[in-house]
């Protein structure tokens, strides 16, 4: 069975900085996906990026990239020039090819301070 | 993309009682998902409901406690029955969208049991 592990209970991160969120999943496939999704305090799931685990390149969406070490399974999440409307927990996520189900981590809260 | 409501999306229920919580997507779906977040937990799910044969249980979870109807492409029902204080959660609707390949969610139903 396929788990996700995130570390980091809570991050705090300045105006203007850069934090980093860790991600570790086990597995024994070869071809799958990987998610970062972040839910504010509206309960609303908003997915970040995504990375397709055949692609050598790391995913970057705008202010958000990932660092995806397939051989060590590990996929962190960068957020550059981060700003009070990413606070927020932070949930890593896993799923198979095809229509398989998402397995979550336990989440990250990220708190930005102004 | 996709844009789920649930409905409703809080409610306060006596221990004993069951509630049904509606999901509406904008397009048709060939997968939709059930997950619960207990207060300060990750997302687990509950079950995969395709529409036309019946929804596919996660371990520890159960028909009579959780029945969910999938009648179209677009609909599905969630009931949580005969309630109890530890019932109370987070339920979360999700939809498999095959031409983003990326699951959506809906806002979220806050149920708390008295």
């Known amino acids: 069975a396929q788990t996700v592990t995130q570390s980091q209970p809570e991050m705090s991160v300045q105006e203007a900085e850069t934090v980093t969120l860790s991600c570790t999943y086990d597995?024994?496939?070869?071809?799958?996906?990987l998610f970062w999704y972040k839910q504010p305090p509206s309960r609303q799931m908003i997915l970040v990026i995504r990375?397709?685990?055949?692609?050598?390149q790391n995913a970057t969406e705008n202010r958000f990239s990932v660092n995806f070490q397939k051989a060590a399974k590990s996929f962190s999440l960068k957020i550059s020039d981060s700003q009070l409307g990413d606070a927020a927990m932070y949930f890593c996520?896993?799923?198979?090819?095809?229509?398989?189900?998402?397995?979550f981590g336990a989440g990250t809260q990220v708190v930005v301070t102004p | 993309s996709a844009v789920i409501s649930q409905k409703p999306s809080r409610d306060i229920c006596q221990r004993g009682t069951s509630l049904t919580i509606q999901c509406q997507v904008d397009?048709?779906?060939?997968?939709m998902f059930w997950y619960r977040q207990q207060p300060g937990q990750s997302l687990t799910l509950i079950a995969t409901?395709?529409?036309?044969?019946?929804?596919?249980?996660e371990s520890g979870f159960v028909i009579d406690k959780f029945p969910i109807s999938r009648p179209n492409l677009t609909f599905s029902t969630l009931t949580v029955s005969n309630m109890s204080p530890e019932d109370s959660s987070i339920y979360l609707c999700?939809?498999?969208?095959?031409?983003?390949?990326?699951?959506?969610f809906g806002p979220g139903t806050r149920l708390t049991v008295l």
């Open positions: 999700s939809a498999h969208h095959g031409g983003d390949n990326e699951q959506f």
């Open positions: 597995t024994s496939e070869s071809d799958y996906y």
């Open positions: 990375q397709e685990a055949y692609k050598q």
């Open positions: 996520a896993y799923r198979t090819l095809g229509w398989g189900k998402l397995q």
């Open positions: 397009s048709q779906v060939t997968m």
């Open positions: 409901a395709n529409q036309g044969s019946e929804a596919t249980y």
